[in-house]
């Protein structure tokens, strides 16, 4: 069969998505540069040509993950109420997990990677838990550590529950 030429951004999209499946399907210690040219069906070369390391490529899923989230959470954070910014925010991280399939949280929790992640990638992610926790802090009275560990749970509830919806146990 001929070979489909796809423009950059197609094809940059199409090599995010077959990663992502493979992270879930093998595990992300386990996903290689070369497991994804076989699976979708390119040389290795295009991949690097694309993401020259395989650190590039998983601060590009989660750098996508958190573009698609971003503004639904920039919304929730600057609404005036904490308890219904903290609600939406929580929602609209839920809803991602559940369409996404947490391939976030898979990959900010692997302590490998999240060495890794480029600094304005750690500057959202850090920076809205930070904006989120200090409002929690002002509203409730909380010590700045009562108020991380707070937010730091309410992160965990919701990408348990969003895995649960994703995997249909839930």
């Known amino acids: 069969t001929p070979r489909v ?7 940059q999209t199409q090599l995010l998505e077959v990663a992502v499946k493979l992270i879930f ?7 290689s540069m070369r497991g994804l040219a076989r699976e979708a069906g390119v040389s290795k070369a295009l991949i690097y040509h694309h993401f020259p390391t395989q650190t590039a490529l998983l601060n590009a899923v989660v750098r996508r993950e958190l573009d ?6 920039t919304q929730a954070l600057a609404m005036p109420d904490t308890h219904q910014a903290a609600l939406a925010a929580a929602a609209a991280y839920l809803e991602r997990i559940i369409s996404a399939g947490g391939i976030l949280q ?27 926790a200090h409002r929690l802090r002002r509203s409730a009275g909380l010590a700045r550590r009562d108020s991380i560990v707070a937010v730091d749970m309410l ?12 995997e249909k146990q839930l």
């Open 5 to 11: 030429r796809f423009s950059v951004e197609e094809r």
């Open 106 to 132: 898979l990959l900010l929790s692997d302590q490998a990677f999240a060495r890794q992640l480029e600094p304005d990638v750690r500057a959202f992610r850090d920076g809205a838990i930070r904006r989120l």
């Open 25 to 31: 399907s093998e595990g992300l210690p386990s996903m």
């Open 68 to 73: 698609r989230l971003r503004p639904a959470l």
């Open 155 to 166: 992160i965990a509830i919701v990408e348990q529950a969003g895995r649960l919806v994703f």
